[in-house]
């Protein structure tokens, strides 16, 4: 069974769509929990990618093909999960802000937190502050994350947090992009910052954690 997971790991990391899905299948078929195989084939695996991504030691086209093998994935556990009721760590409300759209950054946090379990909303791309606050309404996420990537939009982030906080004032915010820093994301008010998706991660399990 542990070489299953193995080779269930390795070709997640390396992008697999069609194998990877057979792999899950097989595993399911064997009897192994869902959430096991998330936990242990593909959380892990994931985890450790980013690390090396944090390192220098792997780039953002390894993280595209990982992303891409956790989309097969899931594509294949979601329905084994909500079979067995089981819940979703937390919802992510996620998207670019108006004005941009630049998608493979948020695409990428969005495949890293599915793999932490989360349950993953996507407004998509250029996004206004107005339709976060829609979506916020119908959601009820735990998290908003906004992505930019140009220094001309980046100040939407702002507008986004204070609409949405004009009536959620509880509504907590993580945000990322090329442009930032820690010190813009105070400014702006959001709860955390993250440079990468695997940091993402981390600081969403520590904003929400007890």
């Known amino acids: 069974m542990s070489e299953l997971m193995t080779r269930l790991g390795a070709s997640l990391i390396a992008g697999q769509s069609d194998t990877i899905k057979v792999l899950t299948e097989d595993a399911l078929e064997a009897g192994v929990a869902p959430q ?3 936990e242990s084939a ?9 690390e ?7 780039f953002l086209p390894e993280l595209l093909l990982a992303a891409h093998g956790m989309k097969a994935a899931m594509e294949v556990l979601k329905p084994a999960l909500a079979q067995r009721g089981v819940e979703p760590q937390g919802t992510l409300l996620i998207g670019t802000v108006a004005g941009d759209i630049h998608d493979l950054g948020k695409n990428v946090v969005g495949m890293m937190f599915e793999g932490a379990a989360f349950r993953v909303v996507d ?8 339709r976060f606050l829609d979506a916020y ?4 996420p735990d998290l908003v994350g906004l992505s930019s990537l140009l220094t001309t939009t980046m100040h939407e982030m702002g507008a986004v947090i204070q609409a949405v906080r004009g009536a959620y004032p509880d509504a907590r915010f993580i945000v990322g992009g090329a442009p930032l820093s820690q010190p813009f994301a105070d400014e702006i008010g959001a709860d955390g910052y993250a440079p990468d998706a695997h940091t ?8 929400l954690g007890p």
Do not use: C, D, N, T
């Open 36 to 38: 096991e195989i998330l």
């Open 42 to 50: 593909m959380r892990r695996p994931m985890e450790e990618l980013g």
């Open 52 to 58: 090396r991504f944090s390192r220098g030691e792997a």
């Open 123 to 130: 407004l998509g791309v250029s996004v206004s502050a107005a």
């Open 137 to 140: 309404h119908e959601v009820k």
């Open 200 to 207: 993402a991660v981390k600081v969403a399990a520590r904003l």
